[in-house]
């Protein structure tokens, strides 16, 4: 099978929320690997980060536009996310922070997008 063929068949069986849950656990296993390179490592450290910071901003975006259906406090709360994410990044980039807060936030985003299972669902 192609790649365009697989790219293609990925999308047709992946809803929106799919689709955010995948592309946070890329980026979060990106920021992990970045969290432990070498320090010099600044191309490895700068690509995690900036692609994170193109992820918030992004959802910062999207909670901006009033057509947005998510509740207004939640919306607010994601942009307030963004905004401390894009200071932490430059604080990240300076060593004057680390990576793990960035994780951390990611990877609660991530439960909240998490199908739920049959446990949870009962």
Partial sequence: MSLQAYKTATARAENPR?????????????LMEA????PSDLKTRIDALDWNR???STLATDCANPDNNLPAPL????ISISLFVSRHSSAVMRREEDFEPLI??????MQGLAP???????
Avoid at 35 to 38: C, G, K, L, Q
Avoid at 116 to 122: I, L, N, T
């Fill in 18 to 30: 799919e689709a955010e849950y995948r592309l946070f656990g890329q980026v979060t296993r990106a």
């Fill in 35 to 38: 969290s432990r390179a070498d």
């Fill in 54 to 56: 193109r992820l918030w």
């Fill in 75 to 78: 919306r607010a709360q994601l």
């Fill in 104 to 109: 951390d936030i990611n990877k609660m985003i």
């Fill in 116 to 122: 739920a299972s049959g446990a949870q669902a009962a």
